[in-house]
């Protein structure tokens, strides 16, 4: 997945993946997630996946939501608050350009 963001690229096939988000629902639901955390070749972090639609992925149309796909942005904090929410195994938090102090 590739989306230009505020004249950012961000690239999933190309980034590093950090931890994959865990979706507390069945695939079957409209809540379902796949959503993974990547850090940039450039330190920036964001999140890509797919989802249901009433996931943080679904589109809006003139009909309603839908099942959709993304990438967002995020801030090195909101980063480490996904790495930590999914578990991330403290031996891949330097590789994952987070600060191992104050964890």
């Known amino acids: 997945m590739k989306k230009v963001i505020n004249g950012t690229t961000y690239r999933s096939h ?3 993946l950090i931890v994959t988000v865990p979706s ?11 959503t993974r955390l990547y850090r940039t070749q450039r330190g920036a972090y964001f999140l890509a996946g797919e989802g249901g639609a009433l996931s ?5 149309t003139l009909n309603g939501l839908i099942p959709g796909a993304g990438i967002e942005p995020l801030s090195k ?5 996904y790495a930590k929410y999914a ?9 994952a350009g987070f600060d191992l102090i104050g964890l």
């Not at 507390?24 to 796949?34: A, D, G, L, M, Q």
């Not at 943080?56 to 809006?60: G, L, N």
């Not at 904090?77 to 608050?81: E, G, I, Q, S, T």
């Not at 578990?87 to 590789?95: K, T």
């Open 77 to 81: 904090v909101d980063a480490l608050a």
């Open 87 to 95: 578990g991330l195994s403290l031996d891949r938090y330097a590789r």
């Open 24 to 34: 507390p629902f069945p695939k079957t639901s409209n809540n379902w997630h796949e």
């Open 56 to 60: 943080r992925w679904a589109k809006r």
């Open 14 to 16: 190309t980034a590093q």
